[in-house]
Nanobody, 115 residues
Framework: QVQLVESGGGLVQAGGSLRLSCAASGRTFDIYGWFRQAPGKEREFEAGIHWNTRNTWYSDSVKGRFTISRDNVKNTIDLQMNSLKPEDTAVYYC??????????WGQGTQVTVSS
């Protein structure tokens, strides 16, 4: 049974940092990613990583501030978020799948950035 469980969300002031972690179990996928959904908006892609090659890619809105990584010992996919802005406030979701489809999703973790 595939499970993705996010943790690490919380409240932080603008300019601060948070580190999200996604504990993955059940099987290994090619691609893992982090999406976010702000109130009243659609869920949007923010960061992705290929499990084997460790290649990463980012949305323009987080490039240079967020770093996605994976730990194959802990089996986690982490998102280090620096220089946080109020517009980064959202529920953050971990996802896993192939190059064409994200098949599995976590339950989400809330990140709130105060100004």
């Amino acid at each position: 049974q595939v499970q993705l469980v996010e943790s690490g969300g919380g409240l932080v002031q603008a300019g601060g940092s948070l580190r999200l972690s996604c504990a993955a179990s059940g099987r290994t996928f090619d691609i893992y990613g982090w999406f976010r959904q702000a109130p009243g908006k659609e869920r949007e892609f923010e960061a992705g990583i290929h499990w084997n090659t460790r290649n990463t890619w980012y949305s323009d809105s987080v490039k240079g501030r967020f770093t996605i990584s994976r730990d194959n010992v802990k089996n986690t996919i982490d998102l280090q978020m620096n220089s946080l802005k109020p517009e980064d406030t959202a529920v953050y979701y971990c996802t896993a799948g192939s190059i064409t489809t994200y098949s599995y999703w976590g339950q989400g973790t809330q990140v709130t950035v105060s100004s």
